[in-house]
């Protein structure tokens, strides 16, 4: 029996990065080896353990057969017979299919350290086209590695194309299409993403709604970064800003320019509440947002309002940031809407209402009445 570490850890290792999970592949052992062994099972479709100290994950060599169409369609096999290099061999790209032995010797039998040196996303085989997640996987390293240079090759992207072309992506899931696009909210360069799911045709099947911010092609606004889509300006903006996911998606959403296309798109991919409430915001509010330093107090305290700032008070400052991440204008920090909002909200909600319930005015002339005193406390902050 002999255990490898595999994948991101030694790819990012070798990238000089730091490495938060590992994962290892076990030849030559039986699920009953591994469990004397005390490892823990918790893989469903094949054999995938637990260690009982550590809690990394290993799993036995297998290979993998198509069966069916979709990403859920393989047979798997596992057996003490199955090599090093055929498991690697399954695996998605040349980066991710590099194994690292006991002793600190690098297995690579694709090539990976060579495309890691090269700046190239490359895929191991062409069974590459039999799994439609590897398309939204390969997306997410393009943009997880631009910065660095990393472009995908041109042979992979033609696999994609053919894949988009075939209908394999069609088959993805919601659920499965929301995980990969949250991860690559979170890289350096979130906008790439897109980029390459344009470029392949892919966007337009899996995320529709999305695909008319971007215009016709990658290429055709190649060159200034003026040239590029609002979106995705706004996108890599946001994650320059360091903003949370939430913030660079709803950057991203924010030119469909009303809530409705939001809010289709968010239920479609069963997206959590945070993300499309944010974003829905941001697409249906942004100008009055971005011209908020300059809003009469009666106008500034509708806006708020209107964002539910009173009873949701913490999304103030992330919609602003979203705004902020559009407005190409506004590298200052901190962003002047932004602080208008902030003490805005910070003085109205300051206002005293409690002598007006035992006034015996009744409810309408209760609110008549605080709405004029917040008034008048923002046109106190002029």
């Not at 409705?260 to 009055?288: F, I, Q």
């Not at 949701?312 to 602003?320: K, Q, S, T, W």
Request: with cysteine; net charge negative; aromatic share 6%.
């Amino acid at each position: 029996m002999e255990t490898y570490l595999v994948g991101g850890a030694v790819r990012d290792r070798l990238l000089g990065l730091e490495v938060h999970e590992r994962d290892w592949v076990v030849v030559g052992a039986t699920v009953e080896a591994m469990l004397a062994a005390g490892y823990r099972q918790v893989g469903r479709d094949f054999p995938v353990f637990l260690h009982p100290e550590s809690g990394d994950e290993y799993a036995l060599a297998r290979t993998e057969r198509k069966s069916a169409p979709g990403y859920r369609g393989f047979v798997v096999h596992a057996s003490p017979e199955v090599t090093l290099e055929e498991d690697l061999r399954r695996r998605d790209l040349t980066i991710n299919a590099i194994a690292e032995g006991p002793d600190g010797a690098l297995i690579d039998p694709f090539g990976g350290v060579e495309d890691l040196r090269l700046g190239r996303l490359r895929h191991v085989s062409p069974a590459f086209v039999e799994d439609p997640v590897r398309v939204l996987r390969c997306a997410r390293f393009a943009a997880q590695f631009a910065h660095w240079g990393f472009r995908v090759s041109h042979a992979t992207h033609k696999l994609m194309r053919e894949m988009v072309d075939a209908g394999e992506v069609d088959a993805l899931t919601p659920e499965r299409v929301w995980a990969e696009l949250e991860r690559a909210l979170t890289t350096p360069t979130p906008a790439r993403f897109f980029e390459v799911l344009q470029r392949c045709g892919a966007l337009a099947r899996v995320l529709p709604e999305l695909d008319p911010l971007l215009g016709p092609t990658p290429e055709s606004h190649a060159g200034s970064d003026d040239a590029r889509p609002r979106a995705l300006r706004a996108l890599d903006r946001a994650a320059t800003l360091d903003a949370s996911p939430e913030v660079r998606f709803a950057a991203l959403v924010l030119p469909l320019g009303e809530a409705g296309p939001v809010e289709s798109l968010c239920a479609r991919l069963h997206a959590p509440h945070a993300y499309r409430d944010l974003g829905r915001l941001a697409a249906a509010h942004h100008p009055a947002v971005r011209d908020a330093a300059q809003l009469a107090p009666d106008a500034l305290l509708e806006l708020l309002q209107r964002l539910d700032a009173f009873r949701r008070p913490g999304r103030l400052a992330d919609l602003a940031r979203a705004v902020q991440a559009d407005d190409q204008d506004a590298l200052e920090t901190p962003y002047p809407p932004a602080e208008r909002l902030l003490t805005a909200h910070a003085a109205a909600a300051a206002v005293d209402a409690s002598d007006l319930a035992a006034s015996g005015l009744d409810g309408p002339q209760i609110a008549s009445a605080l709405h004029d005193r917040r008034v008048a406390a923002l046109a106190a902050l002029s």
